[in-house]
Every structure is written in structure tokens, then in C-alpha cells.
């Protein structure tokens, strides 16, 4: 559907309800198309582990408690 773009202001709601039901809505201005109007699709992609794999290295003490002489710097 071509639309030019006082009709689509007056009717903005009608044609979001169109374009969410598949139909393809281009909207114009001066007889020339300025945009398409189409539903947001966000796809959610799995997260994948392991892009670091062999680039970093974590110490097995990462986790042990902190000297004190570091863990009184943060309370004195």
C-alpha cells in the first residue's frame, strides 16, 4: 500500500495495524517513497560462551581473599 504522508498522519494507528499483519506500507512524500513501514522484529540469539578461549588467562587464586595490606587501603 502507497500512502502519502498527510494520510498517513491522519491514519498512523490504521496503517501500524496493517503493516503488523504483513502488508507493506511505503510511504510518500510529493509522489516520492520516504519510508517503508514494517514491524520491529527483535530476534534473541543464544549467548555462546567461549570467544576468549586461549586469548585471556584467569589465575587460580583469582577468587582468594585480598592481602591486607590491599584490603585496609579500602577501609582506612
Given amino acids: 500500500m502507497i500512502v502519502n ?6 491514519n498512523f494507528s490504521k496503517l ?7 502488508e507493506e506500507i511505503i510511504i510518500t512524500k510529493d509522489g516520492s517513497p520516504l519510508i517503508t513501514l514494517t514491524p ?7 549467548r ?10 584467569i589465575a587460580d587464586d583469582f ?3 585480598l592481602p591486607n595490606n ?7
Fill in 70 to 76: 590491599i584490603l585496609n587501603s579500602f577501609y582506612n
Fill in 40 to 46: 520491529y522484529n527483535h530476534e534473541i540469539s543464544k
Fill in 48 to 57: 555462546k560462551g567461549g570467544q576468549f578461549n586461549g586469548i585471556i588467562q
Fill in 5 to 10: 504522508i498527510h494520510e498517513a498522519k491522519a
Fill in 63 to 65: 577468587d582468594a581473599a
Fill in 16 to 22: 501500524i495495524n496493517r503493516a503488523l499483519d504483513g
